[in-house]
């Protein structure tokens, strides 16, 4: 059974940090493509960041470039998302999500999803 298990979420006031961790079981992890993703109320799903199998190539939303990095640790089957210079904006709940055949910023190429962490940015 696949599980992907966020933490790392809370209260943070703007301009400070917070680092998301993903753990990942069931899966080859080396295998899947990771993408983090977020849902503030009342608005969609947004695509935030994602890294390749192997981690040499990663993307970002323009609203995070500069501000998130996402590495990951195959060895310990987790991805993480670095998260600075928050702003209030940047309160939802944040997903990670795993791809096992594309690199894509679309929630709907992901296959198995966390079930979400809440980061709330206080100004």
């Known amino acids: 059974q696949v599980q992907l298990v966020e933490s790392g979420g809370g209260l943070v006031q703007a301009g400070g940090s917070l680092r998301l961790s993903c753990a990942a079981s069931g899966l080859q992890f080396r295998r899947y493509t990771m993408g983090w993703f977020r849902q503030a109320p009342g608005k969609e799903r947004e695509f935030v960041a994602m890294?390749?199998?192997?981690?040499?190539?990663?993307y970002y939303a323009d609203s995070v470039k500069g501000r998130f990095t996402v590495p990951r640790d195959n060895a310990k089957n987790t991805v993480y998302l670095q998260k600075n210079n928050l702003k209030p904006e940047d309160t939802a709940v944040y997903y990670c999500?795993?791809?096992?055949?594309?690199?894509?910023?679309?929630?709907?190429?992901?296959?198995?999803w966390g079930q979400g962490t809440q980061v709330t940015v206080s100004s």
């Open positions: 999500a795993a791809d096992r055949t594309t690199i894509s910023s679309r929630p709907d190429d992901y296959d198995y």
């Open positions: 890294i390749d199998r192997s981690g040499d190539r990663t």
